[in-house]
């Protein structure tokens, strides 16, 4: 029972152009969500954050966009760079779990120079 | 250091021996979580610490998994027994109290079970 989902394994985008990353989820009790970044061999990275009282926030480069209803994020890297080709993957948690993450399978980004 | 750290970064083993992985969290983070990510997977919670009590240990895959924290500082994850799907990356978590976010992780020990 998959309660985060990635459904794209991999985008591959030009350098300067918006990168776009989805993650769908299930639970309804979710009401925060994360983004992490991982480099082979390191542990994620914390990228940017949104609570289910929001709809969007934004960090420089990246924004994160929530829709409650759709159960759906998408991370928005705008302008892409080489140096953001990783690994993305979505979490989520909710209030009633110790703040235990959920996590999509992750999505492969390239960014092509 | 000011961030996660966990040793060994690789453990190559036997099948049937049992391994010990560390954790040492930031200073000061209260709760502590292990994951793992088997290959083409995403991260599995498998414990929560906060302190020294582990109140959800629902994500541990069998008996043969158990770990502890000591003096609310270092963790140890052991595994007894190893099988070879135990094959994966243990991560190691910390935040800065229950449920806060964001949480904070190490780069892992990657597990080998020959």
């Known amino acids: 029972d998959q309660q985060v989902k990635q459904n794209s394994p991999s985008l591959s985008v030009q350098e300067g152009r918006i990168s776009i990353l989805n993650c769908d989820y299930t639970?309804?009790?979710?009401?925060?969500f994360l983004w992490y970044k991982k480099y082979p061999a390191e542990g994620p990275t914390f990228l940017i954050s949104i609570s289910s009282i929001k709809d969007k926030n934004e960090d420089g480069r990246f924004t994160v966009f929530l829709n409650k209803s759709a159960k759906h994020l998408s991370l928005h890297i705008v302008p892409s760079q080489p140096g953001d080709s990783a690994v993305y993957f979505c979490a989520a948690s909710d209030g009633t779990s110790y703040g235990k993450l959920t996590f999509g399978q992750g999505t492969i980004l390239t960014v092509h120079p | 250091g000011a961030g996660v750290s966990q040793s060994p970064s690789n453990k190559v083993t036997e099948k049937g021996k049992d391994v010990e992985l560390r954790c040492d969290p930031i200073?000061?983070?209260?709760?502590l979580y292990w994951y793992r990510q088997s290959l083409g997977q995403g991260l599995e919670f498998l414990i929560y610490?906060?302190?020294?009590?582990?109140?959800?240990k629902s994500g541990l895959p069998s008996d043969r998994f158990s770990a502890e924290r000591t003096g609310g500082s270092v963790s140890t994850l052991t595994i007894q027994r190893t099988q070879q799907e135990d094959s994966a990356v243990y991560l190691c978590a910390s935040s800065v109290y229950r449920g806060g976010q964001p949480q904070h992780f190490g780069d892992g020990t990657r597990l080998s079970i020959l």
């Open positions: 610490f906060q302190g020294n009590s582990a109140p959800d």
């Open positions: 200073s000061g983070h209260t709760a």
């Open positions: 639970n309804s009790m979710f009401d925060y």
